[in-house]
């Protein structure tokens, strides 16, 4: 267990790569990233000597696996990949990339953030190396998350976090570490949000996900069709089979402006860069709105958002 997602990815990124890295070695990621899989690349640029490999994406938001196979050279040490983006929907072609990367000996960390809640994973069939997540995506609490590793890395991954419960024995002269996942876990475990992390997954794993998965796919159909009537409403990607998330830009609004109307109206989008802020280079934007939906919304939710979305143009268009 992590505190989120956020820390999953920094445990890779302290704990098995930067023991390897030299100057020059290099890490890919794609221009979809969160932040949380940029900024621990960044430091082992900064503290390491790393190179960042950027991969791009089409205008529709989808990413091309040739580009990915082509960004991974002699010198790669890591492919850093979000499963799902956060802003566009954006289903990565994840078990290309891990087969790609492994024909040429590199490890692959999935930041599976938004996709563990989406899609339907099996960590063992996609042959992933690292699969972080977070629990409040999951519909858990906040202040918890997981790092999937093969145990081979585990045993190889140097802890970076201090203290007891990771220890087996200390002395004055030496310090020798529980085995792992223990190792990994120092200090009071959050006992409480691991209890809420499991009910949550329990319930996730009592559902027909796939059911599930096509309930939100016909929300989104829904959404696309609604939203057609806007013509001064931009949506920022729509690459196939991607996940249920609507990224939009509103001509003569700003996204926070138009969160703060919808919001009165009783529909919650996120508004901002959504801490990706390369892919908001890549479009051209400096912020979206995001309307996200999931297990428990329906069509009425739907109609809301389009009629808040009519509100917001009578007052700010």
């Keep these: 267990f992590t505190k989120g997602g956020t820390e999953a990815i920094n445990l890779v990124s302290y704990g098995f790569l930067a023991p390897r890295i030299q100057p020059g070695d290099e890490i890919v990621l794609s221009v979809m990233e969160h932040h949380s899989n940029i900024v621990p690349w960044h430091f082992l640029r900064e503290r390491h000597g790393a190179a960042l490999k950027w991969v791009d994406v089409r205008d529709d938001g989808s990413l091309d696996i040739e580009a990915v196979d082509a960004a991974i050279g002699s010198k790669t040490k890591l492919v850093a990949i979000t499963h799902m983006s956060n802003v566009l929907g954006t289903v990565t072609p994840l078990q290309q990339i891990v087969a790609r990367a492994h024909a040429k000996g590199v490890p692959v960390l999935a930041d599976g953030c938004q996709g563990a809640v989406h899609e339907i994973i099996d960590v063992q069939a996609l042959d992933i190396d690292f699969y972080a997540l977070t629990g409040h995506k999951i519909y858990g609490p906040t202040g918890i ?45 959050p006992i409480i949000e691991s209890v809420g992390l499991a009910a949550a997954m329990d319930y996730l794993m009592a559902l027909d996900r796939a059911a599930v998965k096509a309930h939100e796919h016909d929300l989104l159909a829904y959404a696309r069709e609604r939203l057609r009537d806007f013509n001064w409403l931009r949506v920022i990607g729509d690459a196939p089979g991607k996940g249920a998330i609507i990224s939009f830009e509103a001509e003569g609004m700003h996204a926070h402006d138009l969160a703060t109307i919808l919001d009165r109206e009783g529909v919650a989008v996120r508004a901002g860069h959504h801490c990706a802020q390369p892919l908001m280079e890549r479009f051209g934007v400096a912020s979206t709105s995001r309307a996200s939906f999931g297990l428990y919304n329906t069509r009425a939710d739907v109609d809301a958002l389009v009629a808040g979305l009519g509100k917001a143009r009578e007052i700010l268009g």
Aim: aromatic fraction near 8%; proline fraction near 9%.
């Design 145 to 189: 998350g997981a790092l999937y590793a093969k145990r081979a890395h585990l045993k190889a991954m140097q802890p970076f976090n201090g203290g007891g419960e990771m220890i087996r024995e200390v002395s004055r002269d030496i310090v020798t570490y529980a085995d792992p996942p223990a190792r990994f876990e120092a200090g009071t475990p």
